[in-house]
Structure formats: C-alpha cells, structure tokens
C-alpha cells in the first residue's frame, strides 16, 4: 500500500523543510519494521519548488494471519486461501494507519526542534492515495474531509476495466489538498479516517483506542459533523466504547464553549465520593441528586454536578477549612444545631415528590441528577412511568448508573429510566415531551448573566407542562451560627436570593413563558426569616374557554 504527502516551497521557505518536519532525510530512502511487515519511506521529488514523500508498506501476509487472530478483515477465517489472499497489502487501511503513526510520530505531534515554526504553520499540502478502500463510496469521504477544510478529489475505480458494465469497485483513488492546515493536523486526520473508511480493523479494538482516538481527533473531532460515525467504526462498533467516547467528546466540547477545562466541567463528583463509589459504597454521603447539591454543607446535599456546564465542587474543594464545613454541616438542616429532625435534603426531596404527584406527572425529567438518590425515589414509585436523568458529568451518571444497580435491573424496570449527559446551557431536543422538569439547587451555580440561556432552554424550548425549582433562601443563613455573615453556603454558588428575588424572577419567568408559578416553603419556616429552601412550582397556564372567547372578541 502506497501514500504519498507533498508541499510546495520558494528559496525563502523550500519545500525540502518537509524532511526536518517529518525527521526523514530527503536524500535517505529509510526502511522500518512493522508488526505486519516493512514500511519504506523516501521522496520521488526534492527541491526548493516541491517535495514529495512517500511511504510504501508491504505486508506479509503469513504474519497479518498469525497476528491477526480472527479480528478484522486480514485474520478473518473465511476460507484458507482468504486468508493469503485478500487486499490488505494494497489498499489502505488500519495497517497504512499504524505505520503512519509509528514511521512520523513525532510529525504527527507537531515536534521539530529543528523548524518548530514550520511545524506550527500551515502548508501547502498534497496527499494521494491510490487505493483506499471506502464502506459509503465517494459521498462519504467528501463528508468526512471535506468539513476539516480539504479541497477532495476522489474518483471510484472500476472493477474491471475490460467489463464497465460490472461498476464501481469499493475502492476510490483519493487526492486532498489544502493550504490551511499543519502537517500534524494533515497526518492526525488520516491516523483516524483511513480505518474508518475501511470500517476494519486488523487488531483488536480494546480500551487505550479511545485514548488513541481523542489524542488523534484532539481540536476538529468533537465539531464533526460525522462524529458518530467516525467514532463508531474507529472503535470497531464497539457499544461500550464508543459511549465513552462520545461522553469524552461532548465534554470537550462542552469545556471549548464554556471556555473552562474539562476538569472544571466533570468535577461534579468529590475525589472521596468516587473512591467510595468504587470501593464499593452505595450511599457514600447520601444526597438529594435533584440537582447540582451543595456538596459538604448540607448533611445528604448531592455532590452532583449541574447540567449547565458548570462543575460543582465540595465544600472542601472551594477552600473551605475541612472543620468548618464539618460544623456547618451539623446545623444546615434548618434547624438549630443538636436539634432532632429530618435533614433539609431529604425536605427539599420530600417537597419535590409531593409536587410532582400534585401536578399528576408521569414522564419526569431530573435536570442535574447528580449521583442520583431522587432518580432511586421516582423509580420506587410507579407512578412515576418514565424518568430521566440529565447530567453533564460522566462521573456522576456512571456513579448514578452504579448506584441505581442499572446493570443488574430487570428489563421492565431499566425501561422506566434513561440518563443522559447534556448542558442546560444549550436547547436540547431530548428534553421537549415531558410532563415535568426537576431543577433542584441548580441555577444558585450559574452567573447571573447565564441563567437567560437556561431559562430559554428549559421554560422556552423543552416547555415540560410542570418546572419544579428550589434554590437557598438567603435570608435563613443567619440563622446558621457556624456560617459567617455575608458568606453563601456553598463555595461555587454564584448567589443565593432573598425570597423577594426569587419571587421576582420566577413570576418574570411565568409570564414570559405561559406558566402560572406556586410558592412553597421547603423544610422549617422561621416567622422572621422564611425557610431554608424555597420551591418554585411552575405550571404551564391553560387557556379557559372564556378567555379564548375573550380573546377572539378583542
């Protein structure tokens, strides 16, 4: 199998620089050993004007059988002669992939000590490949180099020249050219797609390929618009793999639009919450999982984290001395400390259960489900004939699923329940059908200048019949001794509202959205001070056969 990769040069910049930018001198033909054969490179052309590189594999066959063991196209026992017999030392393929991978990887990292400004800046580039096989014909590789900014040239090869009337063959000569982008973005792009196209692998696709396929896709896969596809068969349509992937990937993508790190995004979970998870815990600090929680600061407040692009970190994690937390932990159930009485999780959990029966819900959505204590709740009831739980941590859904025993439920009951990983920060058509939303300890999280974008995405695109939001009353916090004035209650909340401002935004909400908005007090209510957590039931406002005749006569 045969590729070749060329670029254009002037006496300023000459083309040979492609020598230094892939370490392989232009006047050396190089010869390295592969797993599956021998792979040579050298260059049919070298001057100042245009440089081209060529890497040539060639297979052997009897070590593709051997290796191969049964997976993939080359080890595939179809027949004895199959075996020896087949295309995989001419067209390209996974093994042309592994060779670019281990022949330029320095090339494909972007390292060049030599010509580091070379490396980083975009080349003239030309690369042919004469036979590559393509599962989808010529469409599908337009679609898939064509959005990474290639001009593609693709042509379908007849298979028999002598008799046209048999067709095309599933193999395309392929040439791409562009002048925008790095060798290293040029190789990392073929590293990916040439298997792809193939759809097959001649090796086993075990767990590190993830890792292989999010290094090589790093900055254009996660935007493609064939992201699926491209993940699915480079994963060699491995289920589990490729979920993980996707997760991975939408938190990547999630992080670039919120412009935060990834671990910014999926640090919803605390360290100590997942090794307990993973040692074997199942209720680990207890928790609502309604919502965002408020880490340490509540006894049985959710470390999950909120469906908006914003991580939630634990007391601790925020700064706070480990004491402190542990002191307001023991008095932020509402009521005086050493007092004998429900923690407020499992109020504000009991408050949202009653106003989903009241508003006679069956298919409900927990927006931010964290680790997923309400989610085991709305299962126990069955009334309750459809849950979902959104989340944008991949850890918290994993810990959620684990929690939940989703693995070892039975057909009927894992029915009931889906969980999704997605942002509130963005419309999401998953979302639009249902009968309720649950918001719980979710917007206190955001920026204020943030929560329009929720709001649309809840209240204006996905338009559940019923919206159910709590959040902190920031009035009761003087009632903790052991919070000092002025302070919120958790360190990532960005405000905390007195139940005027509460009020003020949900009834501005209500009207702008068509809902009516019911005001409910969530654990103790202080005469002086209101209660801990206030509960905002929005119910979309329905149009009375009067005020339709009203409306008709206006």
């Given amino acids: 199998m045969f590729l070749t990769i060329s670029t254009r040069g002037t006496a300023a910049t000459p083309a040979t620089d492609l020598g230094y930018l892939l370490h392989k001198h232009p006047d050396h033909a190089q010869t390295f ?51 020896y017999v087949n295309d995989r030392p001419y067209a390209a393929s996974s093994l042309l992939a592994v ?37 989808g014909g010529p469409e599908l590789v337009r679609r898939l180099f064509a959005p990474l900014g290639w001009t593609v040239g693709v042509e379908a090869v007849p298979l028999d020249l002598r008799f046209p009337e048999w067709g095309d063959s599933r193999y395309v000569r392929l040439v791409l050219e562009s002048d925008t982008l790095t060798l290293a973005e040029a190789l990392r792009h073929l590293y990916v797609l040439l298997p792809v196209l193939d759809d097959a692998k001649h090796y086993w696709a075990s767990a590190d390929e993830v890792d292989k396929l999010l290094r090589a896709g790093e900055g254009w896969l996660a935007d493609h618009p064939e992201q699926k596809l491209i993940t699915s068969r480079y994963l060699s349509r491995r289920w589990s793999l490729t979920r993980q992937a996707m997760e991975r990937l939408e938190l990547a993508r999630l992080a670039e639009a919120d412009d935060s790190e990834i671990e910014d995004i999926d640090n919803a979970v605390a360290q100590e919450t997942r090794e307990s998870e993973e040692s074997g815990g199942e209720d680990g600090t207890g928790g609502t999982g309604t919502g965002a929680g408020i880490g340490g600061t509540e006894p049985g407040a959710g470390t999950g984290g909120i469906a908006v692009g914003v991580g939630i970190r634990t007391g601790a994690q925020a700064g706070a001395p480990a004491a402190e ?40 959505l927990d927006l931010g489900c964290g680790e997923g204590t309400l ?25 959620a699923g684990r929690r939940l025993k989703l693995d070892r439920m039975g057909e009927r009951q894992a029915s009931r329940i889906t969980l999704l990983q997605g942002s509130l920060a963005y419309t999401d058509k998953r979302l639009a059908g249902y009968d309720a939303a649950v918001l719980s300890e979710v917007i206190e999280h955001l920026d204020l200048p943030r929560l329009p974008a929720l709001e649309y995405a809840v209240f204006g695109a996905a338009r559940p019949r019923t919206v159910i939001v709590t959040t902190p009353n920031v009035e009761y916090n003087v009632r903790w001794e052991s919070l000092p004035a002025g302070h919120v209650r958790h360190g990532d909340h960005r405000f905390e509202w007195t139940r005027a401002e509460f009020r003020a935004w949900a009834d501005q909400v209500a009207q702008r959205h068509g809902y009516t908005v019911e005001f409910r007090a969530v654990g103790p209510d202080d005469p002086e001070v209101g209660p801990p957590t206030q509960l905002a039931l929005f119910q979309q406002h329905t149009t009375t056969q009067e005020e339709k005749k009203e409306a008709k006569a206006a």
Avoid: N, W
Wanted: proline residues 7%.
């Fill in 375 to 399: 989610l085991r709740a709305l299962l126990q009831d069955p009334r309750f004939t459809e849950i979902v739980g959104m989340d944008v941590s991949a850890r918290a859904l994993a810990i």
């Fill in 33 to 83: 050993a592969t797993s599956h054969g021998t792979a040579h490179v050298f260059y049919p052309q070298a001057d100042a004007g245009r440089c081209t590189a060529a890497l040539l594999l060639e297979i052997d066959p009897v070590a593709l059988v051997r290796k191969g063991k049964g997976k993939g196209r080359g080890g595939a026992p179809d027949t004895a002669l199959a075996q």
């Fill in 99 to 135: 060779a670019l991978s281990s022949v330029f990887s320095s090339a494909m990292r972007g390292v060049c000590k030599a010509r580091p400004e070379r490396a980083a800046a975009p080349l003239p580039l030309r690369v042919e490949v004469p036979a590559l096989p393509a599962r």
């Fill in 325 to 364: 937390v542990a002191q307001g932990a023991e008095a932020a159930d509402g009521t005086p400390a050493g007092a004998k009485t429900l923690p407020l999780a499992v109020h504000r959990r009991e408050a949202i259960l009653a106003a989903l029966h009241d508003s006679g819900a069956a298919r409900v």
